[in-house]
Protein backbone atom coordinates (compact mmCIF):
# COMPACT_ATOMS: atom_id res chain seq x y z
CA UNK A 1 0.00 0.00 0.00
CA UNK A 2 1.44 3.34 -0.61
CA UNK A 3 2.47 5.44 1.85
CA UNK A 4 -0.13 8.56 1.10
CA UNK A 5 -2.79 5.87 1.53
CA UNK A 6 -1.63 4.81 4.75
CA UNK A 7 -0.95 8.41 5.92
CA UNK A 8 -4.92 8.84 4.85
CA UNK A 9 -5.94 6.22 6.85
CA UNK A 10 -4.46 6.86 10.11
CA UNK A 11 -5.61 10.34 10.00
CA UNK A 12 -9.18 9.28 9.41
CA UNK A 13 -8.73 6.85 12.53
CA UNK A 14 -7.20 9.41 14.54
CA UNK A 15 -10.11 11.63 13.68
CA UNK A 16 -12.55 9.04 14.22
CA UNK A 17 -10.90 8.42 17.76
CA UNK A 18 -10.86 11.89 18.90
CA UNK A 19 -14.13 13.31 17.96
CA UNK A 20 -15.45 10.16 19.72
CA UNK A 21 -13.63 10.43 22.77
CA UNK A 22 -14.54 14.08 22.76
CA UNK A 23 -18.28 13.07 21.92
CA UNK A 24 -17.85 10.87 25.08
CA UNK A 25 -16.21 13.26 27.88
CA UNK A 26 -17.75 16.49 27.04
CA UNK A 27 -20.74 15.70 27.38
CA UNK A 28 -22.78 16.98 30.89
CA UNK A 29 -22.17 13.82 33.86
CA UNK A 30 -25.00 11.83 34.67
CA UNK A 31 -26.35 14.12 37.60
CA UNK A 32 -27.79 11.10 39.78
CA UNK A 33 -30.50 12.40 41.98
CA UNK A 34 -29.60 12.33 45.42
CA UNK A 35 -31.08 9.56 47.24
CA UNK A 36 -33.65 9.69 49.64
CA UNK A 37 -32.69 9.29 53.55
CA UNK A 38 -35.07 6.35 54.03
CA UNK A 39 -34.71 4.42 50.76
CA UNK A 40 -30.81 4.94 51.91
CA UNK A 41 -31.93 3.19 54.80
CA UNK A 42 -33.97 0.73 53.25
CA UNK A 43 -30.73 -0.34 51.61
CA UNK A 44 -29.07 -0.96 54.60
CA UNK A 45 -31.74 -3.07 55.66
CA UNK A 46 -31.99 -5.00 52.30
CA UNK A 47 -27.96 -5.97 52.39
CA UNK A 48 -28.27 -6.48 56.46
CA UNK A 49 -30.66 -9.41 55.80
CA UNK A 50 -28.98 -10.44 52.70
CA UNK A 51 -31.69 -10.11 50.31
CA UNK A 52 -29.63 -10.45 47.34
CA UNK A 53 -28.30 -13.65 48.06
CA UNK A 54 -31.46 -14.91 46.87
CA UNK A 55 -33.07 -11.90 45.19
CA UNK A 56 -31.96 -9.83 42.11
CA UNK A 57 -32.27 -6.07 41.63
CA UNK A 58 -31.53 -4.91 37.95
CA UNK A 59 -31.26 -8.54 37.10
CA UNK A 60 -27.82 -8.61 39.49
CA UNK A 61 -28.15 -11.17 42.37
CA UNK A 62 -28.91 -14.77 43.44
CA UNK A 63 -31.13 -16.76 41.37
CA UNK A 64 -32.98 -18.73 44.04
CA UNK A 65 -35.90 -15.81 44.34
CA UNK A 66 -37.70 -13.52 41.36
CA UNK A 67 -35.94 -10.60 40.20
CA UNK A 68 -37.58 -7.67 43.01
CA UNK A 69 -36.76 -4.45 40.78
CA UNK A 70 -40.42 -3.68 39.65
CA UNK A 71 -42.01 -5.84 43.01
CA UNK A 72 -43.30 -2.68 44.71
CA UNK A 73 -45.75 -1.47 41.13
CA UNK A 74 -46.35 -5.12 40.52
CA UNK A 75 -47.37 -6.10 43.69
CA UNK A 76 -47.80 -3.72 46.03
CA UNK A 77 -46.40 -2.76 49.53
CA UNK A 78 -48.95 -4.96 51.23
CA UNK A 79 -47.80 -8.10 49.63
CA UNK A 80 -44.54 -7.65 49.95
CA UNK A 81 -45.10 -6.77 53.29
CA UNK A 82 -46.81 -9.79 53.94
CA UNK A 83 -44.02 -12.03 52.07
CA UNK A 84 -41.09 -10.98 54.18
CA UNK A 85 -43.41 -11.02 57.15
CA UNK A 86 -44.59 -14.65 57.23
CA UNK A 87 -41.89 -16.18 54.26
CA UNK A 88 -42.63 -19.40 52.13
CA UNK A 89 -41.40 -22.76 52.69
CA UNK A 90 -38.31 -21.44 50.27
CA UNK A 91 -38.11 -18.08 51.29
CA UNK A 92 -36.86 -17.25 55.41
CA UNK A 93 -39.59 -15.52 57.26
CA UNK A 94 -38.14 -11.81 58.62
CA UNK A 95 -38.77 -10.48 61.66
CA UNK A 96 -38.10 -6.49 60.77
CA UNK A 97 -38.93 -3.63 63.22
CA UNK A 98 -41.97 -1.58 62.24
CA UNK A 99 -39.53 1.42 60.93
CA UNK A 100 -37.09 -1.31 59.12
CA UNK A 101 -40.24 -2.54 57.13
CA UNK A 102 -41.00 0.88 55.67
CA UNK A 103 -37.45 1.90 54.95
CA UNK A 104 -37.11 -1.12 53.06
CA UNK A 105 -40.70 -0.81 51.59
CA UNK A 106 -39.06 2.64 50.64
CA UNK A 107 -36.23 1.34 49.15
CA UNK A 108 -37.88 -1.13 46.69
CA UNK A 109 -40.15 1.96 45.99
CA UNK A 110 -36.91 3.87 44.98
CA UNK A 111 -35.70 0.97 43.13
CA UNK A 112 -38.77 -0.01 41.36
CA UNK A 113 -38.84 4.20 39.99
CA UNK A 114 -35.64 4.22 38.79
CA UNK A 115 -35.94 1.65 35.92
CA UNK A 116 -36.96 -2.07 34.77
CA UNK A 117 -34.91 -4.97 34.96
CA UNK A 118 -36.21 -6.19 31.29
CA UNK A 119 -33.85 -6.06 29.02
CA UNK A 120 -36.41 -5.79 26.01
CA UNK A 121 -37.57 -3.02 27.55
CA UNK A 122 -34.20 -0.87 26.99
CA UNK A 123 -33.42 1.28 24.37
CA UNK A 124 -30.01 0.94 22.33
CA UNK A 125 -28.75 3.69 20.79
CA UNK A 126 -26.41 4.14 17.46
CA UNK A 127 -23.13 4.74 19.79
CA UNK A 128 -23.55 1.24 21.05
CA UNK A 129 -25.06 2.61 24.86
CA UNK A 130 -28.15 1.83 26.26
CA UNK A 131 -30.80 4.08 28.37
CA UNK A 132 -33.89 2.27 30.11
C1 LIG B 1 -33.08 -17.96 51.10
C2 LIG B 1 -33.46 -17.18 49.95
C3 LIG B 1 -34.25 -15.92 50.13
C4 LIG B 1 -33.93 -14.81 50.89
C5 LIG B 1 -32.70 -14.59 51.76
C6 LIG B 1 -34.99 -13.84 50.65
N1 LIG B 1 -35.92 -14.35 49.79
FE1 LIG B 1 -37.58 -13.40 49.11
N2 LIG B 1 -38.12 -15.05 48.05
C7 LIG B 1 -37.37 -16.21 47.96
C8 LIG B 1 -38.06 -17.15 47.08
C9 LIG B 1 -37.56 -18.53 46.73
C10 LIG B 1 -39.24 -16.50 46.67
C11 LIG B 1 -40.33 -17.08 45.76
C12 LIG B 1 -41.49 -17.44 46.64
C13 LIG B 1 -41.73 -18.89 46.75
O1 LIG B 1 -41.96 -19.50 45.70
O2 LIG B 1 -41.72 -19.41 47.87
C14 LIG B 1 -39.25 -15.18 47.28
C15 LIG B 1 -40.24 -14.24 47.10
C16 LIG B 1 -40.21 -12.93 47.56
C17 LIG B 1 -41.19 -11.91 47.26
C18 LIG B 1 -42.42 -12.07 46.41
C19 LIG B 1 -42.06 -11.78 44.97
C20 LIG B 1 -43.20 -11.95 44.03
O3 LIG B 1 -43.16 -11.28 42.97
O4 LIG B 1 -44.10 -12.72 44.30
C21 LIG B 1 -40.77 -10.78 47.91
C22 LIG B 1 -41.45 -9.42 47.89
C23 LIG B 1 -39.54 -11.10 48.60
N3 LIG B 1 -39.22 -12.42 48.37
C24 LIG B 1 -38.81 -10.19 49.35
C25 LIG B 1 -37.66 -10.50 50.04
C26 LIG B 1 -36.92 -9.55 50.87
C27 LIG B 1 -37.29 -8.09 51.04
C28 LIG B 1 -35.87 -10.24 51.41
C29 LIG B 1 -34.87 -9.72 52.41
C30 LIG B 1 -35.38 -9.15 53.63
C31 LIG B 1 -35.92 -11.60 50.90
N4 LIG B 1 -37.01 -11.72 50.08
C32 LIG B 1 -35.00 -12.57 51.21
C33 LIG B 1 -36.17 -16.46 48.57
C34 LIG B 1 -35.51 -15.61 49.44
Redesign the pocket.
Known sequence: MPDKKKVVIFLLLVTAYSSYSAYLYLRPPFQAEPIDELADKGKIV?QE???T???QIYGLGGY???D?TN?YS??GAE??KA??KGG?????S?KLSEEDMSA?LVFLEHVDQSGSSDPRNFRIHFNGTIEQ
Open positions: WNNCACHLGPLVKRYIFVTPIMPFL
